[in-house]
């Protein structure tokens, strides 16, 4: 009986999620054919996710350090527990992104288009050598267009909340294409829509945007090593976050 009270929120956000999405999707389209690299489409990206964490009932609070320079792309690296997440982004982290999304919502009309316009990166998971080649591709694409790619490098959203193992492939786009890795925490976002519920319960939302890791000078060889910094400090990140909460 609890989950009720959920009820008018996940009827409103999917209703108005939904809505937004479609509206979004259809400017951007228009928006690229002239412009592909138009300051309208970050406006655009922005104002969808605003639109969703509002009818979800999400206050979010930015924290950034002072190091990141919005002249520059990244490869962003976060934690990843909801729907919600990549609208957490768009408006936290300072820097134009684009995503990897996996290739059945390319399956998605309007959609499809809108996602291949801006840039978004298709991703097989049950790909090889072929599929990372690709994706390699695309994100030289995106930096020479001036955005920064969005990895979560845990591979999927966390079923219980907690901060699963890091996949390396993030790292290694970083080293390759010779570009800082941006670390970014996503705290809240959880318990406001989890993966494995129907209901979206709103509330506090909290993203930490870290100091920038550079990997010039940087090999292959020190992957693991970069992987394993910046799951610490996500990790010290979301204990902290944890003990705000509680206290």
């Known amino acids: 009986m609890q989950t009720l009270r959920y009820v008018p ?100 009309p309007i959609l499809s288009t809108a996602m291949k316009a801006i840039g978004i990166v298709s991703v097989d998971r049950q790909g090889r050598a072929a599929t990372h080649e690709q994706i390699n591709t695309q994100a030289r694409a995106l930096v020479a267009a001036g955005r920064s790619l969005i990895i979560y490098p845990e591979g999927t959203r966390s079923r219980r909340g907690e901060l699963g193992s890091f996949k390396k492939g993030a790292f290694t786009i970083a080293v390759t294409a010779r570009l800082p890795v941006l670390p970014v925490t996503i705290h809240g976002s959880y318990r406001a829509w989890p993966p494995s519920s129907l209901w979206v319960r709103g509330g506090k939302v909290t993203v930490v945007v870290d100091e920038p890791l550079e990997t010039k000078g940087l090999t292959q060889a020190d992957t693991n090593q970069l992987r394993d910094r910046v799951h610490g400090m996500i990790e010290g990140r979301l204990t902290e976050l944890d003990g705000e909460s509680q206290s």
């Open 9 to 108: 929120r996940t009827f409103l956000t999917w209703l108005v999620g939904l809505a937004v999405t479609l509206v979004a999707s259809g400017t951007v389209i228009v928006v690229s054919r002239f412009s592909p690299t138009s300051p309208m489409i970050e406006k655009v990206a922005k104002s969808w996710s605003r639109a969703w964490l509002t009818v979800a009932g999400v206050t979010l609070e930015v924290r950034r350090a002072d190091g990141v320079d919005p002249g520059r792309s990244y490869v962003v690296v976060a934690n990843h527990v909801s729907n919600l997440d990549i609208m957490a982004c768009f408006l936290a982290v300072p820097v134009p992104i684009r995503f990897l999304a996996k290739k059945e919502l390319f399956r998605i």
